[in-house]
């Protein structure tokens, strides 16, 4: 069965520091995959998202992934970080457009003053 | 434009209950999706509905249905409530005839204590 795994379940980082926050899966064959945020007490945003082509695709709030195939990872990174950015980050994944997509556990990125 | 809404946005049920969770897609959105995010884990998913049908499911009991309406709303509801059914309930919807590949877009979720 198809699984996510977000190595870090925490990361404190310093304002303006650079962060990565990891992301592998389980599947050997051609994937979708994505990175949402979610804000204390509200729902989920998509950060990214990688359906093909590109293997560096940028998204929203200056963050950006690099799809590595060979190590079927997808990790997620952002420069310097802001306060603004302290929220849960999940890692998700779909095998094809037909199946479900399967959420990992979550990074709780705090960003410290 | 309005969001996915969902209601009620706090719910406290007791053991052996029904509840019924409501969602509202955004509009032109014809696939909602619903999603149970326990505490300190990631969202799992439980049902997908495309133009009223279903189109994909994930591994809950019977007691968990939906339905969705000739407006695009839809109802999860949730039979014979247990402990372990408190969580974050949260509605997902999107343009895509099937579940995955695509991005959706995430109501703020209906939280369920079951005491």
């Known amino acids: 069965a198809q699984s996510v795994t977000q190595l870090d379940s925490q990361v404190p980082v310093f304002e303006e520091a650079p962060v990565e926050l990891r992301c592998n899966y389980s599947s050997s064959v051609s994937v979708y995959l994505f990175w949402y945020v979610q804000y204390p007490n509200q729902g989920l945003q998509l950060l990214l998202k990688y359906l093909s082509g590109s293997t560096l695709v940028k998204g929203i709030n200056g963050f950006e992934a690099e799809f590595n195939k060979s190590q079927t990872s997808f990790h997620l990174r952002k420069p310097s970080v802001h306060i603004s950015d302290t929220a849960e980050y999940f890692c998700?994944?779909?095998?094809?457009?037909?199946?479900?997509?399967?959420f990992g556990p979550g990074t709780s990125l705090s960003v410290i003053p | 434009d309005a969001g996915v809404t969902q209601s009620p946005t706090h719910l406290i049920k007791t053991r052996g209950q029904q509840v019924t969770l409501r969602c509202s897609p955004i509009s032109g959105h014809k696939s909602v999706s619903w999603y149970q995010q326990v505490l300190g884990q990631g969202p799992q998913f439980i049902f997908q509905y495309y133009e009223k049908e279903e189109r994909g499911r994930g591994n809950f009991p019977d007691r968990f249905s939906a339905r969705q309406f000739p407006n695009y709303s839809s109802e999860l509801n949730v039979n014979a409530l247990l402990l372990g059914d408190s969580a974050l309930y949260l509605c997902?919807?999107?343009?895509?005839?099937?579940?995955?590949?695509?991005?959706?877009?995430f109501g703020q979720g209906t939280r369920l204590t079951v005491v």
């Open positions: 997902a919807s999107s343009l895509a005839l099937y579940p995955g590949g695509t991005e959706a877009f």
């Open positions: 998700a994944v779909s095998v094809t457009s037909y199946d479900k997509v399967i």
